[in-house]
């Protein structure tokens, strides 16, 4: 029990010191989540009628970027699953690299979906003995379940690895049995989210039953691009990678995922050219949102199209970045690849956000037309807990490398090698 609690302080210690660009970097973070915290207090105080959501658009930004980031919760997966189930040498360095991630974005969703409530005492409702959870026929009780079981896998393993190798001592194997767990936990996570929209049959839209598949592509497209960005930031201002340091991200571990990016890509494309297609030749109910996202709906002599830019932009940069990745010379150039990883999440970020959940709700099933558009105090709520979890992420990251790469480890192991299976 010291050995733990001394590790819990030396963690914190850890993450709590570093060099002047760290700490400007992490006033910056707070300093967002300052700013949002007074809009969040005007959200409290006055209600929901400060966002631009409405009876005929419930669900707006939170949910939007709810969605998209349960995606990059579970892209770590593609790190993991090589990793531990092919033994893949190049990525058993930045596994703990994906793993923190998920727990940085799994904060992210979590915060989305309790400002999206209102009022936060309600999240009660959804919890057993305080509630009336309504499991197993809720999905949205299955996605807390799912959640928050991800969330402290992605708590308990690192945790636990990185415990280990503060004393030096070589894990237990039962550590392996979680590991194994997470890798369809991960599938799990992203499914059930994309069965709280496809169960929906008065949003014709969403009712499709490809639309779990299409998440886990665009996902497994946004996560890698995310973590080859900042595995490149890793590279550059830690000691990872550089003469003494025990935690190496090769060129080729990044060029893998970037080759995961291309194929999960060429997935999302075709899925969503798809789902265009049926839609469009078959003219069902589905056409009108579609027709909306794409060319704009025509409703009483008014023209609906403030997402009309949005989603051709959108579609672009994916396939722009689809392009960049497909061929060796520019996926294997940093200068491109960085463009293209850029493309992808943004891309990704705004056909799978606003691109999805907004044209669900237009027009509404009595056909009345709510144009959604974020207001100012939604967009600072959004930047806040964006910036709550990059901070919660980097103090994990920064007790990770300091343990596995800068050699923090308990005085009684100093002189004890790092055992294998870190």
Not at 95 to 123: H, K, N, Q, Y
Not at 305 to 334: Q, V
Not at 357 to 367: H, L, M
Request: charged fraction near 15%.
């Amino acid at each position: 029990m010291g050995k733990l609690i001394d590790f819990v302080i030396t963690s914190i210690k850890v993450s709590l010191t570093g060099s002047k660009k760290y700490y400007a970097w992490l006033a910056s973070l707070l300093l967002l989540v300052i700013f949002g915290g007074i809009s969040y207090y005007y959200q409290l105080k006055y209600g929901l009628i400060i966002t631009d959501i409405r009876d005929q658009v419930s669900w707006g930004s939170y949910i939007a970027n709810f969605t998209f980031l349960v995606g990059v919760a579970a892209a770590a997966v593609m790190i993991v699953l090589p990793a531990y189930l092919y033994n893949y040498k190049e990525f058993k360095h930045i596994t703990i690299f994906g793993e923190l991630l998920a727990v940085g974005a799994l904060v992210m969703c979590l915060s989305f979906v309790l400002i999206d409530l209102g009022r936060i005492d309600r999240m009660f409702h959804l919890l057993p003995i305080t509630g009336t959870p309504n499991w197993p026929q809720s999905m949205l009780t299955w996605d807390v379940i799912v959640l928050n079981g991800y969330l402290f896998l992605n708590l308990l393993i690192p945790g636990y690895l990185l415990y280990k190798a503060y004393v030096r001592e070589k894990p237990r194997k039962w550590i392996y049995i979680f590991i194994l767990i997470s890798i369809p936990w991960a599938i799990s996570i992203h499914t059930v989210t994309a069965f709280l929209y496809g169960g929906l049959a008065a949003r014709p839209f969403w009712n499709t039953a490809i639309m779990a598949p299409r998440f886990l592509a665009s996902a497994f497209t946004a996560g890698p691009a995310l973590m080859i960005i900042i595995l490149q930031i890793v590279r550059r201002y830690t000691c990872v990678g550089k003469p003494g340091c025990k935690l190496v991200v090769s060129d080729r571990a990044l060029f893998t995922l970037a080759h995961i990016a291309l194929i999960s890509m060429l997935v999302n494309l075709f899925f969503l050219g798809s789902e265009i297609y049926t839609v469009a030749y078959a003219a069902t109910s589905h056409l009108a949102p579609l027709k909306y996202l794409f060319f704009g709906l025509e409703h009483n002599g008014v023209t609906y199209a403030k997402l009309k830019p949005y989603m051709w932009a959108a579609i672009t940069m994916e396939i722009i970045a689809a392009l960049l990745l497909l061929f060796p010379k520019t996926r294997k150039n940093f200068t491109t690849l960085n463009i293209a990883c850029i493309f992808a999440f943004v891309g990704i970020w705004t056909e799978k956000g606003m691109g999805l959940v907004i044209p669900g709700f237009i027009p509404t099933p009595i056909g009345e037309i709510w144009e959604y558009y974020p207001t100012l105090m939604e967009i600072m709520i959004t930047l806040a807990v964006w910036a709550l979890g990059f901070l919660v992420y980097t103090l994990l990251l920064k007790i990770a490398i300091g343990i596995l790469a800068e050699d923090v480890v308990h005085p009684s192991a100093k002189d004890k090698e790092m055992p294998e299976g870190h």
